[in-house]
């Protein structure tokens, strides 16, 4: 599976971005999809993921309330609404799909694919 993220980019404190990801290739499988992120130096850290069905979400507290996660499997993407921005929200977000979820939703080693990245910026 090849994984394209999009949508990154400037935006103020307050304000909102959505991110997207594309995926291609073996795209008949039910992968658990997520969102990480990672500031220049730290780890990379789990963000949000949605099961196949998209009834089930995960988020990280600290974007609980502002972000939204979301699936179209018609169209193979998984969205990021990121809303009320904050400066500590600047990162390089990161999609990634699991088929297994062997060691957690959290854990990026769960994560069998990678998007390349797409940088937010966030200014107060």
């Known amino acids: 599976v090849q994984l394209q993220a999009s949508g990154g980019g400037l935006a103020q404190a307050g304000g909102s971005l959505r991110l997207s990801c594309a995926a291609s290739g073996d795209t008949s499988r039910a992968y658990y999809m997520a969102w990480f992120r990672q500031v220049s130096g730290k780890e990379r850290i789990i963000v949000a993921g949605i099961n196949w069905s998209g009834h089930r979400a995960d988020y990280a507290e600290s974007v609980k309330g502002r972000f939204t996660i979301s699936r179209d499997n018609a169209k193979n993407t998984v969205y990021l609404e990121m809303t009320s921005l904050k400066p500590e929200d600047t990162a390089v977000y990161y999609c990634?799909?699991?088929?297994?979820?062997?060691?957690?939703?959290?854990?990026?080693?769960?994560?069998?694919?990678w998007g390349q990245g797409t940088e937010v910026t966030v200014s107060s």
């Open positions: 990634a799909a699991s088929l297994s979820l062997s060691s957690g939703v959290a854990t990026s080693r769960s994560y069998n694919f």
